[in-house]
T-cell receptor, first 111, second 112 residues
C-alpha cells in the first residue's frame, strides 16, 4: 500500500523555469492538499481540493496552479519559478472523517 | 492571519519526564484538531486527534487536551523517550473535510 506518492523527490530549477509536482494517492480519499514547509513558518496551505473537480486557494497560492486530474491525482505547477519558492513541498490526502496522510515531500531549490 | 499558533519554537525534556506541547487557535469554527510528528527528510505522520465534542483523548503515552473556552489544546507525552525527538505540529479544521490549517511547529528534544 503506497499511500501518498510524490514525484520528484528533489529538483533544482533556474529562475523563470516551469515545472509540475506530481501527487497520487491510492486510498480513495476525496480531499487532497498541497503544503509548503519553510523554517519557522510551519506547513502553509497552498491549494486544496475537497473533491474531484474542485480546487480552492489556501494561504499562499500566488505563483502556483493546481489540477485535480481525477480522484487519485493532484498536481502543483510552478509556471515561472522564483527563489522565494525554494521550499519543501508536501502533498496530503484525507477522507471526511480521518486524519490527513502525507507524502515524503519534494525538496525544490530555485537558483 | 495565523489561525493556529504554536508559540514555543522548541522544548527540551529529560527522558522519562513529561513533555507538554501547546497550541492556540483563533477560529471558533474549528471542530477537529490533530497533532502530527515530523522527522527530518520525512513527511508528517499522524499522532492523535480530538473532536470539539471532547476535552480529552488518550492513546498510549500521548494525551491531547482541548480547552474550547480558551481556544487552546495541548499534547502530553508521558514518559518522554529519545525517539520522540522530532518536530510536532498541531492542526485544525472546520467540518472535517475542509482546509487543514497547521501551526508553526515545536521542535522537541528528549535527552537520554
Amino acid at each position: 500500500n503506497a499511500g501518498v506518492t510524490q514525484t520528484p523527490k528533489f529538483q533544482v530549477l533556474k529562475t523563470g523555469q516551469s515545472m509540475t509536482l506530481q501527487c497520487a494517492q491510492d486510498m480513495n480519499h476525496n480531499s487532497m492538499y498541497w503544503y509548503r514547509q519553510d523554517p519557522g513558518m510551519g506547513l502553509r496551505l497552498i491549494y486544496y481540493s475537497a473533491s474531484e473537480g474542485t480546487t480552492d486557494k489556501g494561504e499562499v497560492p500566488n505563483g502556483y496552479n493546481v489540477s485535480r486530474l481525477n480522484k487519485r491525482e493532484f498536481s502543483l505547477r510552478l509556471e515561472s519559478a522564483a527563489p522565494s519558492q525554494t521550499s519543501v513541498y508536501f502533498c496530503a490526502s484525507r477522507t471526511t472523517i480521518t486524519e490527513a496522510f502525507f507524502g515524503q515531500g519534494t525538496r525544490l531549490t530555485v537558483v | 492571519d495565523q489561525q493556529v499558533k504554536q508559540n514555543s519554537p522548541s522544548l527540551s525534556v529529560q527522558e522519562g519526564r513529561i513533555s507538554i506541547l501547546n497550541c492556540d487557535y483563533t477560529n471558533s469554527m474549528f471542530d477537529y484538531f490533530l497533532w502530527y510528528k515530523k522527522y527530518p527528510a520525512e513527511g508528517p505522520t499522524f499522532l492523535i486527534s480530538i473532536s470539539s465534542i471532547k476535552d480529552k483523548n488518550e492513546d498510549g503515552r500521548f494525551t491531547v487536551f482541548l480547552n474550547k473556552s480558551a481556544k487552546h489544546l495541548s499534547l502530553h507525552i508521558v514518559p518522554s523517550q529519545p525517539g520522540d525527538s522530532a518536530v510536532y505540529f498541531c492542526a485544525a479544521s472546520a467540518e472535517h473535510y475542509g482546509k487543514l490549517t497547521f501551526g508553526q511547529g515545536t521542535i522537541l528534544t528528549v535527552h537520554p
